[in-house]
């Protein structure tokens, strides 16, 4: 069974400073990984998709790596903003199967 | 123009009623899909549809039934609610079951008394 795990679960960093947001799942069989945003109150937004056949994925200051063999995709926000204060989902798609299996998530603080 | 709209927003409701919750995305998208956010944050799929046929029916009560009259549209049906169906409940559509993206909708937050 896919396992997603996000650490940390919160992170708090002072506006300018680089994110670093790691998510690890279990099984390598996977088809896409995809990096959402959550607002408090509201619907994910998507950011980045990944097949399993990419290595990473840029949009903006996001950038996005996955290492499938070792179960890790990463995703780096450059300069941070207030407004990139967030919660940050990672959520897998397997091979075999249609469904997104979500880690819990790294709520994000940007302090001005 | 809303991509993928839910209705309504915010459903409040006592245990044993039944209640319904709507989606609709004008993406063109084939396939949408029912998700459930618990008060812990966690997002697991409950089911998904492609063009109105059902492909997945994880392991939720059977009080849930999906419906989807075409494939722009695919309702939640809960019957008997109970106090544990209280979550926050998303829709999402993709292109395709294959190597496309989620959309999701804004979320219904439904509170069961």
């Known amino acids: 069974k896919q396992e997603v795990t996000q650490i940390p679960a919160a992170l708090s960093v002072p506006e300018g400073e680089n994110l670093v947001l790691n998510c690890s799942f279990t099984?390598?069989?996977?088809?896409?990984l995809q990096w959402f945003r959550q607002d408090p109150g509201k619907g994910l937004t998507s950011l980045l998709l990944i097949q399993s056949s990419q290595r990473e994925q840029t949009s903006g200051r996001l950038n996005a790596s996955l290492d499938k063999s070792s179960g890790r995709s990463t995703l780096y926000i450059a300069a941070s903003q207030p407004g990139d204060s967030a919660t940050y989902l990672c959520?897998?798609?397997?091979?075999?199967?249609?469904?997104?299996?979500f880690g819990g998530g790294t709520r994000v603080l940007v302090k001005p | 123009d809303t991509a993928v709209s839910q209705t309504p927003k915010y459903l409040v409701t006592q245990m044993g009623n039944d209640k319904s919750i709507k989606c609709e995305q004008n993406?063109?998208?084939?396939?949408m899909y029912w998700y459930k956010q618990d008060s812990k944050k966690f997002l697991k799929i409950m089911f998904s549809y492609n063009n109105k046929e059902l492909i997945i029916n994880e392991t939720v009560p059977n009080r849930f039934s999906p419906k989807s009259p075409d494939k722009a549209h695919l309702n939640l049906h809960i019957n008997s609610l109970e106090l544990g169906d209280s979550a926050v409940y998303f829709c999402a559509s993709s292109l395709a079951s294959g190597i496309s993206e989620q959309y999701f909708g804004p979320g219904t937050r439904l509170t069961v008394t």
């Open positions: 959520a897998v798609k397997e091979a075999a199967g249609n469904k997104l299996t």
């Open positions: 993406l063109g998208h084939d396939t």
């Open positions: 099984d390598s069989a996977i088809y896409n």
